[in-house]
């Protein structure tokens, strides 16, 4: 039986209550970390992913250049670090630029907001997305609207759009 994957249980302000176990977190809508990076390149373009059809959660939705959750034990950064590097094979310095919450069934997230700008080649996860296309901000506006996006990227969309 694998391991189970424990998260941080957080309260509202996000203060730790303790560690939770990323399905039960998922089954009972318990409130945990998870974060959001924001690839940009150089010509102003973000990298959105479309996550595959055979994901549990949001399947066949666009989403964030990456999107994760915060293993308990490391930082939202270290996590977006790591997740950045897994899901785009992006090794490269990311900055904070905010946090929000959201619940949309079965989430009950808080999350952090990055951002990384780097030119360099992507790599996709496959068992991730099926497809990641750089748009321009106009293209993403366009696509949050159809509603066809993770909840995070909905809100995150905002959070970044505002602040770029």
């Known amino acids: ?16 209550i303790g560690p939770v176990d990323r399905n039960r977190a998922h089954m009972e809508a318990i409130l945990h970390r ?6 940009v390149r ?6 959105l992913q479309h996550r595959s059809p055979l994901k549990q959660i949001f ?8 999107s994760y959750h915060v293993t308990f034990g490391e930082s939202y950064e270290e996590a977006a670090i790591r997740e950045l ?3 785009t094979g992006i090794s490269a310095p990311v900055a904070f630029l905010g946090k929000f919450s959201h619940q949309d069934k079965p989430e009950n997230q808080i999350v952090a907001v990055f951002v990384c700008k780097s030119d360099a080649g992507v790599t996709i996860d496959e068992a991730e997305a099926i497809d990641a ?8 506006d366009r696509i949050v609207a159809s509603g066809n996006v993770t909840p995070w990227l909905r809100d995150g969309w905002l959070l970044f759009r505002d602040g770029i």
Do not use: H, T
């Not at 150089?42 to 990298?47: H, T």
């Open 1 to 16: 039986m694998p391991e189970a994957e424990l998260l941080y249980r957080v309260m509202q302000d996000d203060s730790v």
């Open 42 to 47: 150089s010509d102003g373009k973000v990298l």
């Open 59 to 66: 399947p066949n939705r666009f989403d964030s250049s990456c």
């Open 85 to 87: 590097r897994e899901e």
């Open 133 to 140: 296309r750089f748009y321009s901000k106009e293209e993403v």
């Open 34 to 39: 998870s974060g959001i990076v924001f690839l």
